[in-house]
């Protein structure tokens, strides 16, 4: 099977489940909060989705990458670090929305300890609007560092059938 069919297997239900769950509004939770580094993510993550993407489809179309076309491999380990290069990108994005989603937790932090109120311990009013900032805080961490995993094994499984795709080429 192509790389890029596989791509598509991969991608076409998760993008199904996206659009089914914006349009029943049970994601809307994720996107709606006050660092945006959910959306973040997850635009950093949908262009790199896109990258790959055409990477795969130049593969299976047996298309050189036009910034390698001078390059002339002088044995297998050249070969091989040839054909890994155009996979780099994703590598770094993949440890970068874990990243951002660890910076959602301490923006979290920082949103929840922002509006801590003077008297709070002593008014029970002032004590719940403390609660509800710091919940709000904890959702924005939460929503933050689970995207960013989700959104790292997404690449991850794409940068293995990469990898995959390598090895069947070199030693078929």
């Not at 489940?17 to 660092?35: C, E, K, R």
């Not at 002088?74 to 993949?94: A, S």
Request: glycine share 6%; with cysteine; net charge negative.
């Amino acid at each position: 099977m192509k790389l890029f069919n596989k791509y598509l297997m991969i991608n076409i239900p998760i993008a199904f489940i996206l659009v089914v769950g914006f349009m029943m509004n049970i994601l809307q939770p994720l996107f709606v909060d006050v660092s945006y580094i959910t959306p973040l993510i997850f635009g950093i993550t949908v262009s790199t989705m896109l990258y790959i993407g055409w990477v795969f489809w130049k593969i299976d179309n047996k298309q050189n990458l036009e910034i390698f076309s001078d390059f002339v491999p002088q044995n297998l380990d050249d070969h091989i670090e040839k054909m890994l290069q155009p996979m780099q990108l994703p590598i770094y994005v993949e440890e970068l929305v874990v990243v951002l989603g660890f910076l959602g937790t301490i923006v979290g932090i920082f949103v929840g300890f922002q509006h801590f109120p003077e008297g709070a311990f002593t008014d029970p009013a002032k004590m719940q609007e403390f609660v509800r900032m710091m919940l709000t805080g904890f959702s924005i961490e939460i929503h933050a560092v689970l995207m960013g995993l989700v959104c790292r094994i997404w690449i991850s499984i794409l940068v293995f059938l990469h990898r995959q795709k390598i090895r069947e080429s070199i030693f078929d």
